[in-house]
Structures are given as C-alpha cells and as structure tokens.
Nanobody, 122 residues
Framework: QVQLVESGGGSVQAGGSLRLSCAAS????????LAWYRQPPGKEREMTAT???????NYEVSVKGRFTISRDNAKNTLYLQMNSLKPEDSAVYYC????????????????WGQGTQVTVSL
C-alpha cells in the first residue's frame, strides 16, 4: 500500500556533507510524523531526527546542529541534510512514516524504507 525508498547515501570524508531523500508512494491520504533512524554496525536502531506534520523537529543530541530534517508534503518526500559528518555517523539510515489507518486517526501504521548506507571515512 505504501512504499518508502531512500536515496542519497554513499561514502564521504569526515567533514563532508550528504543529503538523504525518502520518497513515499502509494495510497497516502496523509502522513503524520516522518523520521530518520540509523543503525551502526552491531548496534540497535536509534532515532536520529523526527519532523511532525506541523513541522516541529526533534534531533538526537549527537547530530543536533549538524543535521537538518525537512519535508515536502506536496512531493511526499522527506530529507535529511547532513553536514560536518563524522566517522561515528556511519550507519544504515532508514526513513519512517506514520500514517493513520482510517479517518478517525486513532491508530497508525509505521512504514519503513529499505535503508541506505552512509560511510564516513578519515
């Protein structure tokens, strides 16, 4: 019903920048919260940044001031601008979309993308 596809990952040097995109498609009436999660090797997934339907943002402390999350509702697309990248940022990055199941909006489904690899080297 809903598909999320990430793009923009790759290998960069420390201090460099990347811009991740996540395109949502399918039968989408509305999207509540959009978010980026990341999973470093051998670690569990962790929230990296979120953005609500009203545009309010939240960041994991280690990326605050370096990453910027944004959304284009007309294009059903989520972005993550990553600046001043560090080797510790290396991970598989996933986007998520919280979509209400029905018009009541009481229950939601969380959709996940397939992930995109980000590698930051010295």
């Amino acid at each position: 019903q809903v598909q999320l596809v990430e793009s923009g990952g790759g290998s960069v040097q420390a201090g460099g920048s990347l811009r991740l995109s996540c395109a949502a498609s399918g039968s989408i009436a509305s999207i509540s919260t959009l978010a980026w999660y990341r999973q470093p090797p051998g670690k569990e997934r962790e929230m990296t940044a979120t953005i609500s339907s009203s545009g309010s943002t939240n960041y994991e402390v280690s990326v605050k001031g370096r990453f910027t999350i944004s959304r284009d509702n007309a294009k059903n697309t989520l972005y993550l601008q990553m600046n001043s990248l560090k080797p510790e940022d290396s991970a598989v990055y996933y986007c998520t979309a919280d979509i209400p199941r029905g018009p009541a909006g009481w229950t939601y489904d969380r959709y996940w993308g397939q992930g995109t690899q980000v590698t930051v080297s010295l």
